[in-house]
């Protein structure tokens, strides 16, 4: 193993995380694989720029073309959750383009936002969702796009995890509405 791919942490070698998230690519499903470099992004670990650029370095090993597969610019965003992950793929089979992710939209954050189509979707789960004040929240920030124009979809854990089906019809429903 190359001397980059091991640094010390507490004094202890351990593989670099670039190292470890191309391991990764060879032994994990893609959508493991996305919410690890995810983490390793929300962690300070690694960000998603420098990990593409790294694997240069790395040319030829196992791992290297999964991971820059899965790093390529117009497929790859980051997310939060699992729940963002799926829902990328319903959205594309629904004809809807590459979404912009953690995007702000009128001083809000959204999960995602189709600017061409003037439409924020959000996906709820439980964890973020669940109390009055993120209710509240969430209520206030639907108000306000939609007060200004924008659509405002939102689907919950169980349609996009259960029900994909569901989410890819409601969206393809709309889809004339937004073209308009």
Known sequence: MPEASIVRRFGIPVTHPVQTLIDLATEVPLLRLERSVNEADKRDLVDPETLRR????????????????????????????????????????????????????????????????SLVVETDGLRYHRTASQQARMARRDQTHSSSGLRVLRFTHWQIAHAPDEVTGVLRRIRPYLDG
Do not use: C, N
Not at 81 to 88: A, G, I, K, Q
Not at 111 to 116: G, I, L
């Open 54 to 117: 790294a694997l240069d370095y790395y040319k030829g090993m196992p791992g290297v073309k999964t991971l820059g597969r899965m790093l390529d610019r117009h497929t790859f965003r980051l997310s939060d959750s699992d729940l963002e992950v799926l829902f990328r793929p319903l959205a594309i089979a629904a004809d809807l383009p590459v979404p912009l992710t953690k995007h702000w939209v009128l001083g809000y954050e959204v999960d995602f936002w189709f600017p061409e189509q």
